[in-house]
């Protein structure tokens, strides 16, 4: 694996894909030639607004092409990603990356991806990635209602494949969580990526099943470089450890899990 760079990348494209929801293309030539699936970025203005600076934020890899192209699903929560979704075509972000630890995927094995609302996005690059070298992909996809699913053409075109959809509603796909009703009779090696309670259903399941289970974390991180430790987890032998380095992803035998 490269070292992360730093760099300015100029921003691409910027549209909206779901409620509060955006895709963001940035051309960061250098971090898309290193960049595996699962690995993320610091994204910043840098001291573009002096008035009000803030930290970069994570956000997991969605995409990259043979150009340099790397994009990104960017959901509104606070200011920070409120001011990175205003971004406009040729405007500039600051990219530190590729950050973390990858996925790694057993050739033999099918791919099941458990998405949870925006932990879609590292599995768009997963799926891409995973097909090219022959592998089955499936992606399970959940949101709480129809309205912040993300545009299922894009998603096909980037990862592949249709997402199996569910929402906690019922209002678009079947209603349910990603965990229900799982077709796991190829027995596939599992991925999953979402808010804390999906990954410990996750991880319930993979016990019973007695499946391989590889999830991506997605704790508050401060410099995504290991150094403020504002990111750690419990490791399963009752060590704290840092999920920007160590992580965001890891084996769930790796982690302790309060179920
Ligand atoms: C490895 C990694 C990959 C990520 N990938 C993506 C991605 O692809 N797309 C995407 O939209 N987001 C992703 N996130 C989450 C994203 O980084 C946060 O939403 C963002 O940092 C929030 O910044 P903010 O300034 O908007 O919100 P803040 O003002 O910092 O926080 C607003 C609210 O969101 C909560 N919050 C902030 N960060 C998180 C978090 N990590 N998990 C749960 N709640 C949080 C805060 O507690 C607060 O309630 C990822 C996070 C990690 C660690
Ligand atoms: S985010 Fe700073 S140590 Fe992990």
């Known amino acids: 694996m490269r ?19 955006r895709w963001i293309e940035l051309e960061c030539p250098d971090v898309a030639a290193a960049a595996s699936p699962g690995q993320f970025v610091m994204m910043g203005t840098g001291l573009s607004d002096v008035a009000a600076p803030f930290l970069p934020r994570p956000f997991s890899i ?12 960017v959901r509104e929560f606070g200011a920070g990603t409120r001011r990175l979704t205003r ?12 950050l973390g630890r990858p996925f790694h995927l057993s050739p033999d094995r099918a791919v ?8 879609l ?11 090219h070298e022959g592998c089955e992909v499936r992606i399970v996809y959940g949101e709480r209602s ?19 959809l569910r929402t906690d509603d019922g209002s678009l796909g079947a209603r349910g ?11 596939p090696q599992l991925l999953a990526c979402g808010p804390d309670p999906m990954l410990r259903a996750c991880v319930r399941l993979a016990t019973e099943h007695d499946l391989p289970l590889q999830v991506s974390v997605e704790e508050h991180m401060g410099c995504g470089v290991g150094t403020c430790q504002g990111c750690v987890v419990l490791s399963a032998t009752g060590e704290w450890i840092k999920s920007c380095t160590e992580g965001p992803v890891f084996d769930a035998t790796e982690l302790t899990w309060q179920t």
Do not use: K
């Open 3 to 21: 070292a992360p760079a730093r760099s300015w990348a100029r921003v691409l494209g910027n549209r909206v894909v779901a409620r509060d929801t």
């Open 62 to 73: 969605g995409a990259r092409d043979g150009d340099g192209r790397l994009g990104f699903l």
């Open 87 to 98: 971004v406009e075509p040729g405007d500039e972000l600051l990219i530190l990356g590729p």
């Open 112 to 119: 099941l991806c458990l998405a949870g609302g925006v932990g």
């Open 121 to 131: 996005a590292p599995f768009l690059f997963v799926s891409a990635e995973a097909r």
């Open 146 to 164: 129809g309205d912040r699913v993300f545009d299922l053409g894009l998603v096909r075109e980037i990862a592949g494949v249709d997402p199996e």
């Open 177 to 187: 969580l990603v965990i229900d009703d799982l077709d796991l009779g190829d027995r």
